[in-house]
């Protein structure tokens, strides 16, 4: 704590009365109710926390500065570590973080509800590491294991117990989402937590510094800074902090705000980034080297980053971009780690193994809250046990100039008096007064600088007050004195500004419109007002001009590091160098090409301006998955000469056009010109199969799971069995692109072969019949007629084909015994006046003549009687043995 700073004290009998108080309480809540909180219902929201303390928790109000209610019961042991997490169901979680154990606390009736016993083995005095960190979601509360790398969720006790959720890789950050748990590996792979379950896995694609919650949403901060949003449908990177590198350590979730927030522990440099705007805000913090800086938290437009080497808190200002030249002194033991979180409004900066708390209200007014005595804290602001400073009355130093301060003398005889003490603020006239009013002689001198006091305030007295002295003794009263305006003109504004800060004194930076002419103006104070040398009173307002703007120098031409180094050093800008063409021809590799903004635009300290390189290497991307065209582009984009090769097909396999592997391999880096090969899926089906001599239903089932279209076409055609296919448009063995119509031929009507029978005896009498079915009496000779279709099939075009026949006799039936003709006539027939049996079906045949069949005629000769019988034949012939006349039956196929 700084020289001079007391936390309030309070008179000895209340402090006593109220230990009284908190201890007679705890027994009474230990014999009534078991463990539990006082009758004191502390409301969640009123500027109040719960704080570890030594093996208990305590609920402290910070309006107050003092505990109104503790838990009797020992919840930890030796130096073991307590943490408090507020659950959205009303309860208090408090962790065990060395054993695991988790007790559960009413947050409306203030009683314990139950206990989670831990899972790891405990260690006396702690294990000093944070391998257990709880987080409370919208809904439910975790513990996240980092040395087992999981994420449990707390359930109630009586419940099942949740199963651990394993991550991908060691954990290094913990963040809240709404109702999820975000976990981030040092991958960068980013796992969602859901009612205890891993919902998805969110892959950033860098190595990550760890994850944090702004404008209530994750983010993971890869450790070249750039911040990514992981509860969307993909990463989306919204901007870069400013700060990067392995030492990185961001915001905590338990004091989360709209921005993002990270600092180097190396570096003491704090990036802020608003996700809405974009806006980036960078303060380097005045660390020693000894720094050990964690987690900062946000309140308004202040962080608050610990310092475990103090213990102290830095306050940084992220409106005007500044941060404390000291930071605020946290109660505790030097090195230790201590708890910071936001809680009713309040910052709480608190040691479990304190009796003092650290509170920052939302002004960024410091003060300090009393969690009470118990043998298990010390109060490490005490005077009387040598926590604390020195006795404020005592000069911490004696001051430069003045006159020579009294030493010890044997005590004059005569009266005494007492020296009076002065409360800070007392203005040195005013002591004067009271100390001639006592008969003794005061001596104001100016004493130099004391922080929390003004010009004019008194700094102590010589002797100091409360020590008598005899009448008519000098009493020197050192008092804060004018300042000295120093001079800080061609100083860095920032560095001017610290100058006066470290006075006392305020800068206010105006900036001067007009473009700096050369980059050594840019930032340097060009005129002060008062000027260097006048007197100012201690918090006066000294007025800093500088330039800020100046025309962008180019480039162009130069190698990219050297162009960043020149902007960066030089210009005070922010370059991001990018890689952009593959230098082919007499371009040189990493040679500049085009900047943004232009050469000659007005730019502003701290502007960024983007330097487009030509590259000689290039990294091989990541293409499975990925449109070959696209991928191939993105390839040529890159430097490389793309090939394209067709691999397996997609039917079955994968998408058509998708890349399923890659030479060389990604993220491997090759010279711009080098070949990369991408074999992806074909559009090109398998091979087309042979479809002849199946079902046509079958055919076009199994042309289907080819992953073609299938086209069957109905058709008249010879040698066909009904719904058989008997070809094909598309060869066997051949392919097509998938999706393609594979024509496959049937006819749903199968064909029949057609003979003419003679009959046995030799008369010239032929009957139509299909091939074999000769009725009895006939085949002493048979010819083919060709194919045709079963009688009665309704085939497109039919020519139906009739029979009729005579066996009466006599020479009745034309002048024979027995006749028989084929005709397309369907009507009774009669000849000579004898009637024929008929009509029956006998064939059917194909109007026309498609090619490959013939027309088959009926013929016939002779008048019917007996010196001229009728003789029927049938023939492809229409004139066959002297036909006098003939009838068209239809067409076969030949």
Known sequence: MPKGLRLPKRPAGQAISSVLVVVLLAGALTV???????????LLGDGSAFLAKGHTVAHV???????????????????????????PDGRVAIVNK??????FLDAATMTVTGTKPGTKPGKPGGSGKDDIVPVATEKDGYLVDLKDNTVTKIVTPGQPPSQPVSAPGPIVGV?????????????????????????????????????????????????????????????????????????????????????????????????????????????????????????????????????????????????????????????????????LEVSGGKVWANDQYDRRA???????????????????????????????????????????????????????????????????????????????????????????????????????????????????????????????????????????????????????????????????????VSSQDPQAGEDIDKGGTVRLTYRDTIAAPSVQGSMHKAACDQLEKTYKMVCTAVEGDPATGGNQPGAVYAQDPAPGTVVRIGDRITVTYYRGSSTIGRYVGRNVDEACADVTRRGFTC????????????????????????????????????????????????YAGRDINAACAAIQAAGYVCNPVNDLHRDTTANIVYAQDQAAGSAAPIGSAVTVRYSQWSTVEY???????????????????????????????????????????????????????????????????????????????????GPTGLAVFMASCPAGSVQIYRTWRGAGTAASPRVYSISSDPNANGAADREALGCVWA
Do not use: M
């Not at 399923?660 to 711009?672: E, I, L």
């Open 61 to 87: 109000n910070g309006e107050t500065g003092l505990s109104d209610a503790e838990l009797a019961q020992q919840l930890a042991t030796g130096t073991e570590r307590l943490q408090t997490v507020r659950l």
């Open 755 to 837: 003979y003419i029978y003679q009959r046995d005896d030799g008369s010239d009498v032929w009957v139509l019949r299909p091939a074999g079915q000769n009725p009895p009496g006939y085949g002493r000779q048979a010819f083919r007629v060709g194919q045709g279709y079963a009688a009665g099939t309704a085939i497109p075009g039919a020519s139906f084909v009739n029979g009729y026949f005579c066996t009466i006799g006599g020479g009745r039936c034309g002048g024979l015994d027995v006749n028989h003709f084929a005709s397309r006539f369907n009507a009774p027939y009669s000849l000579n006046g004898t009637a024929w049996e």
């Open 175 to 339: 963040a809240p989402g709404g109702d999820s748990a975000w976990v981030v590996t040092a991958t960068g792979d980013a796992v969602e937590v859901v009612d205890g379950r891993a919902v998805r896995t969110v892959r950033v694609g860098a190595p990550a510094a760890g994850i944090t919650q702004a404008d209530g949403h994750p983010v993971v901060v890869a450790t070249d800074g750039t911040a990514y949003a992981v509860d969307g449908a993909q990463p989306r990177a919204i901007g870069n902090l400013g700060v990067s590198g392995g030492n990185l350590v961001l915001g905590s979730w338990r004091g989360a705000g709209r921005l993002v927030v990270a600092v180097d522990r190396r570096t003491g440099r704090l990036g802020a980034l608003d996700p809405r705007t974009g806006q980036v805000t960078t303060v380097t913090i005045r660390v020693g080297r000894s720094a050990r800086l964690d987690a900062p938290v946000l309140l308004g437009t202040w962080a608050y980053v610990p310092d475990y080497a103090g213990p102290s808190l830095w306050r940084v200002n992220l409106a005007t971009g500044t941060a404390d030249r000291k930071p605020f002194e946290v109660p505790g033991r030097k090195g230790v780690p201590f708890s």
């Open 32 to 42: 009534a109710a078991g463990a539990g909180f006082g009758v004191t219902q502390p």
């Open 643 to 690: 090939v394209k090769q067709e691999g397996l097909t997609a039917w079955g396999n994968g998408t058509a056009g998708a890349v399923y592997q890659q030479t060389p391999d990604a993220d491997t880096a090759h010279n711009v010109g080098s070949t990369v090969t991408l074999t992806f899926y074909s559009n090109t089906g398998p091979a087309i199969d042979s």
């Open 358 to 524: 650290l509170v920052v209200d939302a002004d960024g007014t410091q003060h300090y809250v009393d969690k009470g005595a118990s043998p298990d804290v010390t109060d490490s602001q005490d005077e009387t046990n040598g926590g604390g400073p020195t006795n404020p009355a005592t000069p911490p130093d004696r001051p430069e100039g003045g006159e020579p301060q009294p030493g010890p003398t044997t005590p004059a005889p005569g009266p005494r008096v007492t020296v009076p003490t002065f409360p800070a603020g007392t203005p040195y006239q005013s002591a004067c007064e009271q100390i001639t009013a006592l008969g003794l002689l005061c001596r104001p001198a100016p004493g130099g600088d004391r922080d929390g006091l003004d010009t004019g305030d008194v700094i102590f007295t010589d002797p100091p007050g409360g020590r008598q002295v005899p009448v008519d003794s000098r009493v020197v009263v050192r008092y804060v004195g004018p300042l000295r305006n120093p001079n800080v003109v061609g100083l860095p504004i920032k560095r001017a500004c610290d100058t006066l800060d470290d006075r006392g004194l305020r800068c206010r930076r105006v900036t001067d419109p007009t473009p700096a002419d050369t980059p050594q103006q840019l930032g340097v």
């Open 98 to 103: 060395d054993t695991g154990t988790v007790t």
